[in-house]
C-alpha cells in the first residue's frame, strides 16, 4: 500500500490502483488502474506528479503500455498531477522478479529511483549487476 502527502495532493494507492484524492474531503480527484503495484509518489512542485513501483502483467498508464521481461518488472510514470493523464513512462527489469521502492525528483526535475533487481540485467542503456540500483531518468 502507499499513502504520500506532497505539494497539494494526498495520493494513495494499492494493487492496481492509483488515486490522487482531495485533502478536505478524501474524495478521489482522478486515478489510474492497471497491473501495478505502486511503492512510492511526489510531486515536483512544476504540475507534475512521479509514481514507481512493480508491475506483474502488460500494465497501461495511459497512452504507454509497458510489458515485462519476465516476472516483476520496475515502472517509473510521471503524470500532470491536476489531470492524471501520463506524460511518460518507462521500465526496467530483468527475467526474475525487480522492484523500484523508492524515488526522488531534484531540482532540475530530474527524478531518480532505488530498488532491487533480481538478476543482472539492464537499466536503460547500462547494463547492472544483481542487488541495489539506484537510476536517473
Known sequence: ????????????????IFSKLDPETLEPKWSLTSYFQPR??????????????????PSYFGKTTLNTSGQNDCFIAKLND??????WAK??????SDF???L????????????LFALS??????AVNFGAVVAKY
Open 1 to 16: 500500500y502507499l499513502a504520500a502527502i506532497s505539494g497539494n495532493g494526498l495520493y494513495v494507492g494499492t494493487s492496481g
Open 40 to 57: 512510492a509518489a511526489l510531486t515536483d512542485g512544476k504540475g507534475s506528479v512521479y509514481f514507481t513501483g512493480f508491475f506483474i502483467q
Open 82 to 87: 491536476g489531470t492524471g493523464e501520463e506524460i
Open 91 to 96: 521500465k526496467a527489469g530483468t527475467t526474475s
Open 100 to 102: 523500484f521502492n523508492d
Open 104 to 115: 526522488a525528483v531534484d531540482k532540475s526535475g530530474n527524478p531518480y529511483v532505488a530498488g
Open 121 to 126: 540485467g539492464t537499466l536503460g542503456t547500462n
